[in-house]
């Protein structure tokens, strides 16, 4: 009897170590998993090239990484492509991919139907255990503490500047508003409480090109902007090791942009900051100015010019405008930054003023009637 005991009981400590050898091993490819303390189950932090397995949900510390994308409009779009592409690339960065998005009607949730890729409502319940890393683009909203930490690589933004410069939800439209003739992309590492003052991982300059509006410069940020998560991502634990914390001085933010900055003010713009406010904005926002003690919208411009005002008569001073015949075009004078002249030059331009009876096209039928009053300054303030 006490044979059998001793027997039975052999038999149950040989099947419970043959359990915690099978258990130690990943079933489908067979690599020895080496215990990490909980406290360096981060990614970045784990010394050698370790992988932590937990059955099917492992904590990887190397691509390919599973990634919770964060995302609303066609900026983020692009930098979802290329993770959605990266599932089936030769040197595959990402292993799973499921979105977060705020609306039915976004950009970003219609690709991800496009594309079969699980969608998560907003807010977010526990997601403990279930991704290696986050990755916010165009998301507008602030992300707890607690959500961030249940990211082992912690959750990363591709942002539109060169960070800490344009802090904010506009980026683009501040870098063409101020005349910024460089720019960037920026990937940074994201914390509670703050938009954009996470320690940056990775840069890229780009130098704006001469014109160029905020849809131009936004669509081409979001293309190197996806590009750089994904080298990002292939070097992940690399560049959270050599983060560095974003620098205090330069700081500038970049609040939305709002009707009230389409207003002209001719006696107080130049040239240059009024186009400057067009390229950035007007295909949002037509800008708008008083003419004749009525609000109009200027709908289109070419931009500065050179005129001579010998033999006009009157002495032109900012708001007042001219019709140029030879050109069809009517000028209009700003403030002058230097000694001199310096008009600003509105090609065919339809100036919509409402008035208790109608909505009609003042420049359009001008021009067509090639009638304009006999002063060929017309004061705009009169």
Not at 72 to 94: G, H, I, M, Q, W
Not at 185 to 213: A, C, W
Request: with cysteine; aromatic share 8%; proline share 6%.
């Amino acid at each position: 009897m006490w044979n059998n005991v001793k027997a039975k009981v052999m038999g149950l400590k040989i099947l419970h170590g043959f359990c915690n050898y099978c258990t130690q091993r990943h079933a489908s490819v067979g690599v020895w998993v080496k215990r990490t303390p909980e406290k360096h189950r981060r990614c970045g932090q784990v010394h050698g090239k370790t992988r932590l397995f937990a059955t099917r949900n492992y904590l990887s510390t190397e691509p390919p990484w599973r990634v919770l994308f964060f995302g609303t409009d066609d900026f983020a779009v692009e930098s979802l492509k290329l993770l959605s592409a990266s599932r089936n690339s030769n040197d595959r960065v990402v292993e799973s991919l499921e979105v977060v998005t705020l609306s039915n009607d976004v950009p970003v949730k219609k690709f991800a139907d496009q594309n079969k890729l699980p969608v998560h409502v907003w807010p977010l319940g526990d997601l403990q255990g279930r991704f290696d890393v986050g990755v916010v683009v165009s998301f507008g909203c602030l992300l707890r503490e607690g959500l961030i930490n249940q990211f082992p690589c912690g959750i990363l933004n591709v942002h539109p500047s060169l960070l800490p410069r344009w802090r904010g939800p506009a980026p683009v439209f501040h870098t063409i508003l101020h005349g910024d003739t460089i720019t960037g992309v920026s990937v940074m590492q994201i914390r509670p409480k703050r938009f954009d003052v996470g320690p940056i991982l990775h840069q890229e300059i780009y130098q704006v090109p001469d014109n160029f509006t905020a849809d131009q410069l936004g669509a081409t940020l979001a293309t190197k902007g996806a590009q750089l998560l994904i080298d990002t991502l292939r070097t992940l634990p690399e560049r959270i090791t050599n983060r560095r914390e974003q620098a205090q001085d330069g700081a500038t933010l970049a609040p939305k942009i709002s009707t009230l900055m389409s207003w002209i003010v001719w006696e107080e713009q130049t040239c240059v900051q009024i186009d400057c406010l067009f390229r950035a904005i007007a295909s949002r926002i037509p800008l708008r100015t008083i003419w004749m003690g009525k609000t109009i919208k200027l709908l289109d411009f070419t931009g500065k010019c050179n005129i001579s005002l010998s033999g006009r008569g009157r002495i032109p001073v900012p708001g007042s405008m001219s019709y140029q015949k030879e050109s069809n075009t009517l000028a209009v004078c700003c403030k002058v930054r230097e000694p001199g002249f310096s008009p600003l030059t509105l090609s065919m331009v339809y100036y919509y003023v409402k008035t208790p009876h109608c909505l009609f096209e003042i420049c359009l039928i001008l021009m067509k009637n090639n009638s304009l009053p006999d002063v060929s300054w017309h004061n705009t303030n009169n």
